[in-house]
């Protein structure tokens, strides 16, 4: 497949989506009974698992910080998650450094103050994998945060954005990542629209950065709603239960 045919002649992806189309979204809260706080997301073809367990005891003392809590952010890929049966183990250089990025996306977002000398921890795994890796991954944890009671600034919003022959495309998947094409990705707070990550897959000329970036801020925004939604609907089913 050359480059040209990853947007068609009708202006379709080879999804079927247009460039300003988001993949289909599904979500479900609670979905772990032994974790503190857990979600699963949907996200195209791409699915992924989260669990939060804490605030808890710090397992290593030479970590604890005596003024807020530490956040640690685990990546693992299901064997079945890609066709190639490749086995990732954890400490692949790929899931650390997506890792990483999830980690200090929510440090800043997480009320980390209210919890001295403790430890929050996000387990996140692949089960499916269709490209937007950080950006899936950001969004389940803000699920699983939210399911688990940990305070935050707001939601945690994450969507990519990349460029196809100078037409800007929203939420690339695994065949438009696998062509080197330009990609952004941004994690937004939707209320006050602060920027808690911005990471670039190669290059992207400085003249299409900026409706690159619009784009994916779009996107975020997309998202929020459909997180909030799920949330919503998650919270009237509590309130149900608990009126019987």
């Known amino acids: ?13 080879t999804d079927g989506r247009r460039a300003n189309e988001l993949r289909k979204i599904k979500c479900k809260l609670s979905v772990l ?11 195209g073809h791409t699915k992924c698992l989260a669990a939060v367990y804490g605030p808890r005891e710090a397992r290593q003392r030479a ?21 190639e049966r490749k086995k990732r183990t954890k400490t692949d250089k790929r899931n650390l450094e997506i890792a ?15 919890f001295p000398k403790s430890q929050i921890d996000i387990f ?15 969004n389940a944890a ?62 992207l000329h400085v003249d299409k950065f900026e409706s690159v970036m619009e784009l994916a801020a779009k996107g975020c925004k997309e998202v929020y709603n459909a997180l909030d939604q799920e949330v919503r609907s998650n919270m009237k089913e509590l309130l149900n239960k608990m009126s019987l």
Do not use: W
């Open 1 to 13: 497949m050359s480059r040209i045919e990853l947007i068609g002649p009708q202006g379709l992806r």
């Open 142 to 203: 803000t699920l699983a945060l939210i399911d688990a009671g940990i305070p935050m600034s707001d939601y945690v919003c994450a969507c990519s954005a990349g460029c196809i022959e100078n037409e800007a495309i929203l939420d690339l998947n695994f065949t438009e990542e696998s062509y080197d094409t330009p990609e952004l990705s941004v994690a937004l707070l939707p209320k006050s629209e602060k920027v808690t990550l911005l990471q670039m897959e190669s290059r």
């Open 124 to 138: 996140l795994q692949i089960l499916q994998f269709d490209g937007g890796t950080t950006q899936i991954c950001i």
């Open 100 to 114: 990483s990025a999830v980690k200090q996306t929510f440090e800043p977002v997480i009320m980390t103050n209210l």
């Open 33 to 43: 009974s032994q974790a503190d706080g857990s979600a699963y997301i949907e996200q």
């Open 63 to 83: 970590q604890i910080l005596h003024d807020k809590a530490i956040v640690t952010v685990e990546l693992s890929y299901a064997p079945f998650s890609t066709s």
